[in-house]
């Protein structure tokens, strides 16, 4: 893990002031002239300013202030990109009041920070020992980050020496991807013959339709459903359950082989390798999620991977279903440990969207395997090889490139056109 950023972070954790610096000087020169001269006046003056300086180092040393730290996140989870404010209760647990305090917290990233000054903090009551402070971080990605300890800054009574001190303990600040609002329309609402009439069949058609499905291999006869065979002209089966919303999936792959451009990171917790290609990818399952969600859909997460993603909880759960998916996407990493693919679920029915940098060639396989025929499937392309593509594009998938700068609404808005289905986004 990188050391943490602070305004205070890059000085000693003990030193000389200027001013101590200047007096320990003086003293060494006065103490050479009094040897020199032979004047005892001049021996005292110099080891008083060779006492001023070298106590100020051992009293600062000993001052250490004693404090416990409260830190208080608002609001808990945050999205990349905007702001969070963080409250901290510092409580004076020592016998003596604390000195002035310079200080700042520590975070993992790049953020300028003023030092700020705490003014000494008495002891007594409860309330006379408790300082509040407040400060605004700003996380430019998703993550769990450490914040902490409360790094704090004091001297001696006389401002001979300085020293830094770590208080409290760490805790861990959630950033979720920033979530785009799509706009009207994409794939699922122009496939003539895919999810379009899947999601008329199934919002709109009679109870025969919402109850039943295609008779597969193996399916036992007494679950035929005869009236809806001799309409579709086909045998048809009642299905195990009944769904009153259409289904989608989306699959994103987790594997640290799909993306060439991982670097190692040590600015989240714990380190993992980081991707731009792989952060677009999550802000895109992240906003399409929820898109899909909002528009009704039953939305099924697939990783190559292991599963790391918490899927979106039943309607009756409310908004925290879909908070609890946001904040699972906090801490998706990319894995490079082997890992067998899924099965593909036998069921598995509506439009398949597909988020994928440069997969090889089983993962391709597995997921062409995830649509099913006559279902609407859709891949999102971040810099995929020119074989893979057109691999994709032969089994009927509509190909959208894209790029880990491009606008999220854009590359959705792209593949809603004439021009998208041709070009790709951008």
């Given at each position: 893990m990188s050391e943490p950023t602070s305004s205070l972070r890059r000085s000693r954790s003990l030193r000389l002031t200027v001013r101590g610096w200047a007096t320990l000087v003086a003293g060494v020169i006065v103490f050479v002239l009094a040897y020199t001269l032979g004047r005892r006046e001049l021996l005292v003056v110099a080891c008083l300013a060779l006492l001023l300086s070298l106590g100020g180092l051992l009293i600062t040393r000993l001052r250490r202030p004693k404090l416990d730290v409260i830190r208080l996140f608002s609001p808990p989870v945050v999205a990349a990109g905007s702001s969070a404010q963080v409250t901290l209760r510092v409580y004076n647990a020592g016998s003596v009041t604390t000195p002035t305090l310079r200080w700042n917290d520590a975070i993992p990233w790049r953020e300028r920070q003023e030092a700020h000054e705490l003014d000494p903090i008495r002891i007594g009551s409860a309330k006379a020992r408790t300082a509040v402070l407040h400060y605004e971080l700003h996380p430019h990605r998703r993550g769990l980050f450490p914040i902490g300890p409360l790094v704090v800054e004091y001297s001696d009574p006389f401002g001979m020496a300085r020293t830094l001190s770590a208080c409290g303990d760490v805790d861990r600040l959630t950033v979720v991807p920033a979530v785009t609002q799509l706009p009207v329309g994409?794939?699922?609402?122009?496939?003539?013959?895919?999810?379009?009439?899947?999601?008329?069949?199934?919002?709109?058609?009679n109870d025969d339709d919402l109850t039943t499905r295609e008779y597969r291999?193996?399916?036992?006869?007494?679950?035929?459903?005869?009236?809806?065979?001799?309409?579709?002209?086909?045998?048809?089966?009642?299905?195990?359950?009944?769904?009153?919303?259409?289904?989608?999936?989306?699959?994103?792959?987790?594997?640290?082989?799909?993306?060439?451009?991982?670097?190692?990171?040590?600015?989240?917790?714990?380190?993992?390798?980081?991707?731009?290609?792989?952060?677009?990818?999550?802000?895109?399952?992240?906003?399409?999620?929820?898109?899909?969600?909002?528009?009704?859909?039953?939305?099924?997460?697939?990783?190559?991977?292991?599963?790391?993603?918490?899927?979106?909880?039943?309607?009756?759960?409310?908004?925290?279903?879909?908070?609890?998916?946001?904040?699972?996407?906090?801490?998706?990493?990319?894995l490079d440990r082997h890992h067998e693919l899924p099965a593909v679920a036998a069921d598995a029915v509506g439009p398949t969207f597909a988020i994928l940098a440069q997969p090889d060639a089983e993962a391709v396989d597995w997921v062409l395997r995830q649509r099913r025929p006559g279902q609407s499937g859709a891949v999102f392309a971040i810099g995929m090889s020119m074989d893979s593509r057109e691999r994709f594009a032969d089994a009927g998938w509509l190909c959208v490139d894209a790029n880990p700068w491009d606008d999220i609404a854009d590359v959705w808005r792209s593949s809603a056109t004439e021009a998208g289905y041709i070009r790709g986004a951008h």
């Open positions: 994409g794939p699922i609402l122009i496939d003539g013959d895919g999810a379009a009439q899947l999601v008329q069949r199934r919002a709109v058609g291999s193996g399916d036992a006869l007494r679950r035929v459903h005869w009236r809806a065979s001799a309409r579709h002209g086909e045998l048809m089966v009642r299905q195990e359950e009944h769904r009153s919303h259409p289904d989608a999936r989306i699959v994103i792959d987790t594997r640290l082989a799909g993306y060439p451009d991982a670097v190692p990171d040590a600015e989240n917790w714990p380190p993992a390798p980081h991707s731009d290609a792989f952060e677009w990818a999550v802000r895109m399952l992240a906003s399409l999620a929820v898109h899909l969600d909002e528009a009704g859909f039953r939305v099924d997460v697939v990783e190559t991977a292991t599963p790391q993603v918490e899927q979106i909880g039943e309607r009756w759960e409310g908004g925290q279903r879909v908070e609890s998916f946001l904040t699972s996407l906090a801490a998706v990493r990319l």
